[in-house]
């Protein structure tokens, strides 16, 4: 990934730089139209690639980004009179040339005036060179040197460009990674509390002798395998959650022979929808809990769960015992985790509602889930 990344950034700074060049020597051809002027726009092509590229790999992340401003402007002052010397070197070259042919042909005529001292077409022959004076090329100086700091204040902003955008990526990563933590750490949390429960349960039913200890031990290994395997991966289909669901509420009947009060609708529901996994059970096992539907005779459980679309809808209501029951000191971590869950996995997709009265405990949630 990351080298096709590269070699895209490769292509796209070729393509760039290869339609500057074909605008440079189109400039000088038009405007000159002598094979010399034509090798300078190649020329300043490949000081302005060189320039461009030393600012952005050396100057800038060696002096700049790690706060040495002034050596960074001593550098920047140093390139750019470096630059314009070489230029003007360069371009002494060039004339001498254009010189040289002028004298051969007896024709000045493409000679800049302020090189021929004023004088016409023709010139008399001899061995002419162009004069070394400042005055007249302090032009072409301030023209080459206009190249060569736009190329570095391009480089420049480039590279910020590009620092931002990884910062702003590391930043997205970073943010992610630490959800993604929070959230496995509150999951780890809930499974604990789950398998606390179970095994009480379980052990109750084993010192009543109960025949129905060995079915409780292979649910339990059923919802075991669930919460190690399957819930190492960050989504699970919506089918592997009720399918734990189902395993719990079995599991929790198997106690006690008041299954008429117990009602759950988990059927005709999209299974192929995924979901955080551990995130509806802690809402059952509060409808158990709450209701103590194993110690009072009136005490009842209502789940409903569907889907329509994408969306899921949980209802969890139960009774409240008129006397009220000493609360367990574990009780409050499964729900204040899962709330945390939501808000980190969902957020501005959910919508949880929680009720009490005197009488009943409701729980309604809404999520907008994504199919596989």
Known sequence: MNASRSIKSWIIHLSIWLSY?????????????????????????????????????????????????????ITIVV??????????????????????RAVEANDFSHIPREFRGGRGRHMPVGPWRAPWNLNIFWRPMLFNGFFIVISLFISTIYRNLIINQRREKEALQLISQVKEAESNLLKSQINPHFLFNTLNNIYSM????????????????????????????????????????????????????????????????????????????????????????????????????????NALHLKAHNSLPATPVSKDATGGVGLENVQKRLNILYPGRHQLIIERDPTEYKVELNVKLDEN
């Open 21 to 73: 060049l074909v605008l440079l020597v189109w400039l000088y051809s038009e405007s000159r139209g002598h094979e010399p002027y034509l090798a300078k726009s190649m020329f300043i092509f490949l000081v302005q690639v060189i320039l461009f590229y030393l600012n952005f790999h050396v100057f800038l992340p060696r002096y700049f980004e790690n706060k040495k401003y002034t050596q960074y402007s």
């Open 206 to 309: 084993a010192q009543l002798k109960s025949e129905q200890t060995a079915d409780a031990v292979h649910r339990l290994s059923e919802m075991l395998r669930y919460v190690i395997y399957d819930c190492n991966q960050p989504l699970v289909k919506l089918g592997q959650e009720i399918n734990y669901i189902k395993s719990y509420i079995e599991l929790q009947l198997l106690k006690d022979e008041k299954t008429q009060h117990i009602r759950y609708t988990l059927e005709g529901v999209n299974e192929k929808l995924t979901i955080a996994p551990m995130l509806l059970i802690p809402f059952i096992e509060n409808s158990f809990k709450h209701s103590h539907i194993e110690d009072t005779e009136k005490s009842w459980i209502n789940i409903e769960l569907t889907t329509e679309g």
């Open 79 to 100: 390139t750019i009179l470096a630059s314009i010397l070489l230029f003007h070197v360069y371009d002494r070259i060039l004339l001498d040339i254009e010189f040289r």
